[in-house]
């Protein structure tokens, strides 16, 4: 059951490690040797610092892209390990998370 909630986190800390900016940015630039540039950095130094729109835009499509192909095989493994629980009774689809009966339809449920 915990199995979707590890899948999601996966996906957004998958995009977000790929833009992480802020923390060497601010502390580093880069740092001796460019020990802690990242990939967004680099992009970065040649958009603004170096004046090359044209190798920073190309730069950020390959960022691009490598994030979606990781997230689409991602998308595809998540058939052999993440779990979603639902069970058919008599017809009718339980989700007992939710402790309630649907016949095709969601309504919220009735306080009075």
Do not use: D, H
Not at 45 to 56: D, Q, T, W
Not at 100 to 105: A, N, S
């Amino acid at each position: 059951m915990i199995t979707p909630i590890i899948f999601y986190n996966l996906i957004t800390q998958l995009c977000q490690a790929f833009q992480e900016f802020n923390g060497p940015y601010i502390i580093t630039q880069g740092g001796p040797r460019n020990a802690t540039t990242l990939f967004s950095l680099l992009i970065y130094n040649r958009a603004f610092k170096s004046n090359e729109m044209g190798i920073a835009s190309a730069m950020a499509w390959v960022l691009f892209i490598i994030v979606a192909v990781l997230s689409f095989v991602a998308f595809l493994s998540q058939k052999y390990w993440v779990y979603y629980l639902r069970r058919k009774r008599q017809g009718l689809i339980f989700l007992p998370e939710f402790n309630t009966v649907m016949q095709g339809r969601c309504e919220a449920p009735s306080l009075f």
